[in-house]
């Protein structure tokens, strides 16, 4: 069975760049069957989307946050990644990774168990 | 944009059904799924393709979805089953969720 585990900063200076890490275990991250998403959801909010990268590079971004951020992965190290430019105090959530099961309808079948993220100086 | 509209809560008496409504302009041509979230925890799948369960979740789970609303339905409410319910889709290139449900078991 697929696990995700997020890692990085629980802190992040407004205007820096809030980066974390996604690691995969149980399966590959390089099985063309899935792709490798980020969700992030708001104190006390919803879910919002992110984006999500296939093995090879390619990638899909919410299009509200497609200007500050970055998913990429490495299938050497079973990691997929998250970058987000020129955060501010809205950008304060918990920030899952998850996989998507199906590329044509999109749901999400396994999930981080998240990492909270604070933008504060 | 798509938007998907949820209740803000629902309200079971223990042992009874609930039903979990998510509205969206033609959303039974789409795909429906579901995700239940418990305070501090992630979310976990509990039904994907409008009607389809993943290893693991309780028969009592069901899904529904046809004109305009899309329904998850729990049988014989537990006092377990007490979280915050999602709806997604996938729409244009991105993906939307429902702003949640609360379920409250009585």
């Known amino acids: 069975q697929v696990q995700l585990q997020e890692s990085g900063p629980g802190l992040v200076k407004p205007s820096q760049t809030l980066s974390l890490t996604c690691t995969v275990s149980?399966?590959?991250?390089?099985?063309?069957?899935?792709?490798w998403s980020w969700i992030r959801q708001h104190p006390g909010k919803g879910l919002e989307w992110i984006g999500y990268?296939?093995?090879?590079?390619?990638?899909y971004y919410n299009p509200s946050l497609k200007s500050r951020v970055t998913i990429s992965v490495d299938t050497s190290k079973n990691q997929f990644y998250l970058k987000l430019n020129s955060v501010t105090a809205a950008d304060t959530a918990v920030y899952y990774c998850?996989?998507?099961?199906?590329?044509?309808?999109?749901?999400?079948?396994?999930w981080g168990q998240g990492t909270l993220v604070t933008v504060s100086s | 944009s798509y938007e998907l509209t949820q209740p803000l809560s629902v309200s079971v008496a223990l042992g009874q059904t609930a039903r979990i409504t998510c509205g969206g302009n033609?959303?039974?041509?789409?795909?429906v799924h579901w995700y239940q979230q418990k305070p501090g925890q992630a979310p976990v799948l509990v039904i994907y393709?409008?009607?389809n369960r993943p290893s693991g979740i309780p028969e009592r789970f069901s899904g529904s979805n046809s004109g305009n609303t899309a329904t998850l339905t729990i049988s014989r409410a537990q006092a377990g089953d007490e979280a915050d319910y999602y709806c997604?889709?996938?729409?244009?290139?991105?993906?939307?969720f429902g702003g949640g449900t609360q379920l409250t078991v009585l």
């Open positions: 998850a996989r998507v099961g199906d590329g044509v309808t999109y749901f999400l079948d396994s």
């Open positions: 149980g399966g590959s991250i390089s099985n063309g069957a899935y792709f």
């Open positions: 990268v296939f093995y090879s590079g390619s990638t």
């Open positions: 033609d959303i039974g041509g789409k795909n």
């Open positions: 393709r409008d009607t």
């Open positions: 997604q889709v996938w729409d244009s290139s991105k993906g939307v």
